[in-house]
């Protein structure tokens, strides 16, 4: 298979595999709350997945860097997760969504950072860029974010159905992926736990973990928060069409502005606008308002998942790079998802969503200030060296 039929098969991938999500992660919500959960239970139900998940993406990491190939890992993934999917609308009993959350989230949530591995792998052998692919993704994103919601409008559980349907779209697309091997098999197993040398990638991780704790808090209860003041699934759909939408214009320049920038400064824009975007949460009232809002959302989610996936490719040895990318995706989506839903909602039923919003501007500022103190005062440090 030529070169170029691969690229196209990579954006077909992440056209397809951003759809799931798009259907998953903001429709679970309301459907929980649809069958009558508090936000305090579906704070519990949503922090499931990340729980889970500390186990999940680092044996599954290994496991990548260990096998012969990754892709037969992240096939054997997929036909999980659907056969998982499956069980959801059978039952709104809360001990059964516990045992069927954890089970789809054990298989699911290192899809992603296995798919990066395999993809950013192969780029780095062919030179071609990343950013057109991830583009997709986002695309893939906004256009299933309309299609789900008008589906769940009319039939809320029907989103089960149509995620069935796009995850066994991904698993088929899988088969066409370039072969990556995992660069630990038949040699010496290599310890995750190495990864934690590299003091700057522990700083970076340190920072997107804080930043996506409020991000956390977004996913889960803006839906809800969306919906008390008024406004439709579909609607809501339209939201998170506007804000993968806004992703584009980042992505097209994404290698240019991190080469020119650096990470460290990516992060700490992300940070900042992050702050400015919970405080306009807080303070608008008319769920229509929260459209133009949403453009926001394209200098913060996307800049932070590309400059940690695209660092830790270039700085994380071959033996780690899956665990690297699962590690990365375990506290940066994981435990902070964990942090954010669950903290989040017992705090939003006593104080209630709007104010929880005020209070994610304050932690994202005070993390911009924090980290950018950290950061000036290393360079400060390092300057000094170098004038010895």
């Known amino acids: 298979m030529s070169t170029k039929k691969i690229y196209y098969y990579l954006i077909l991938y992440y056209a397809v595999f951003f759809m799931s999500g798009a259907i998953y992660g903001t429709f679970l919500p309301v459907y929980l709350d649809y069958i009558g959960y508090s936000k305090g239970a579906i704070g519990v139900l949503m922090s499931l997945g990340p729980f889970v998940a500390i186990l999940a993406q680092p044996f599954w990491g290994i496991t990548s860097d260990r096998a012969k190939s990754k892709n037969i890992v992240l096939q054997l993934l997929f036909l999980l997760s659907i056969l998982t999917m499956a069980l959801y609308p059978l039952s709104a009993n809360f001990y059964y969504l516990v045992f069927v959350i954890a089970l789809f989230t054990f298989f699911q949530t290192s899809t992603g950072p296995i798919g990066d591995t395999i993809t950013l792998e192969y780029l780095s052998e062919t030179g071609q860029k990343f950013g057109p692919i991830r583009m997709a993704g986002t695309i893939g994103y906004a256009v299933m974010s309309v299609i789900a919601g008008f589906f769940a409008q009319k039939y809320i559980r029907s989103i089960f159905a149509l995620n069935i349907i796009v995850m066994f779209l ?47 808090f977004y996913y ?12 439709s699934n579909s609607l809501l759909g339209w939201n998170y069409f506007i804000s993968a939408m806004s992703e584009i214009p980042f992505l097209l320049y994404a290698d240019k502005v991190l080469k020119k920038i650096g990470t460290r400064n990516a992060l700490l824009g992300a940070t900042f606008v992050a702050g400015i975007r919970w405080l306009l949460i807080f303070l608008v ?104």
Not at 220 to 231: E, R
């Open 170 to 216: 991904a698993f088929m697309i899988v088969f066409k992926l370039p072969i990556v091997k995992g660069h630990q098999f038949g040699r010496t197993h290599v310890s995750i736990w190495n990864l934690f040398s590299n003091k700057n990638l522990v700083i970076l991780i340190v920072l997107n973990f804080l930043v996506q704790v409020t991000l956390g």
């Open 220 to 231: 889960t209860y803006f839906p809800i928060y969306f919906k008390q003041l008024g406004g």
């Open 285 to 388: 009232k008319s769920p229509y308002m929260f459209l133009p809002l949403q453009l926001l959302h394209g200098t913060i989610f996307i800049v932070l998942y590309y400059s940690m996936v695209t660092y830790i490719n270039q700085e994380v040895p071959n033996e780690l790079k899956a665990s690297g990318q699962t590690m990365n995706n375990l506290i940066g989506m994981g435990i902070s998802r964990i942090t954010g839903s669950l903290l989040g909602g017992f705090l939003s039923d006593i104080y209630g969503i709007k104010l929880m919003f005020l209070y994610n501007s304050l932690l994202a500022f005070s993390i911009m200030l924090i980290f950018g103190y950290i950061f000036v005062k290393e360079n400060l440090r390092k300057r000094h060296h170098v004038k010895k």
